[in-house]
Every structure is written in C-alpha cells, then in structure tokens.
C-alpha cells in the first residue's frame, strides 16, 4: 500500500522560511509528476507547485519567485522550499504524487495527509 507523509510544516513569521518535504513509501514502480497544493479554511483547494518526472516546473503565480519545488526521483521525494513566506500562505499543505504502484497495476493520483503552515507574527 502506498503512503505519502509530509512534515516541515508548522508556524513562521512573516518574510520567514519552510521547507516540505513528502516521502513515498510501499511497492512503487515508477513516478510521474509530483505536486504541492494547499487548502486554507474557507477556501477550496488549489495547486501551488508541479514538478514533472524531467523537472520542468510550474507555480502559482502568487508564489512565482518565493517558492520551489524539487524532487528525488531515488528518494521518491518531493520538496517544497518556501521563501518570504506571507500571511496569505497559511494552509494546509498537501502533497500529491503520480505513481505506479505494484498493487494497483496503473498510474494513479496519491495524496498525503496534509502537514500545516501558519504565518503570523
């Protein structure tokens, strides 16, 4: 059974730094793209961060320039670096992996459990 956990989360002031992390477990044959969205209360879901399996990236346009994602294709990893972090980014992070996994016998969508970021003073 495959497992995503993140962790990193937690509370910063603003113009301060995170950095996520979300690790795959289970029998995994193969990865595609990778992903970060976030959910604040209130608010539906949307995605901040994509990373394929070449590493091409995309981001929302409200963390262009802040943010940064990244990924260990070995480590079956994904990273969320976040930068001058605003009182806006405060959510609840997920991360969301592409896999082929031995069990399912296709490529599905997997999601973590969610880790929470709170920037406040």
């Known amino acids: 059974q495959v497992q995503l956990v993140e962790s990193g989360g937690g509370l910063v002031q603003p113009g301060g730094s995170l950095r996520l992390s979300c690790a795959a477990s289970?029998?995994?044959?193969?990865?595609?793209?990778m992903a970060w969205w976030r959910q604040s209360p209130g608010n539906q879901r949307e995605l901040v961060a994509t990373?394929?399996?070449?590493?091409?990236?995309n981001y929302l346009d409200s963390v262009k320039g802040r943010f940064t994602i990244s990924r260990d294709n070995n480590k079956i990893m994904v990273y969320l670096q976040m930068d001058s972090l605003r009182p806006e980014d405060t959510a609840v992070y997920y991360c969301?992996?592409?896999?082929?996994?031995?069990?399912?016998?296709?490529?599905?969508?997997?999601w973590g459990q969610g880790t929470p970021v709170n920037v406040s003073t």
């Open positions: 990373i394929t399996a070449d590493h091409n990236t």
């Open positions: 969301k992996m592409n896999l082929y996994a031995r069990d399912s016998g296709t490529y599905r969508d997997y």
């Open positions: 289970g029998r995994i044959v193969s990865t595609r793209s």
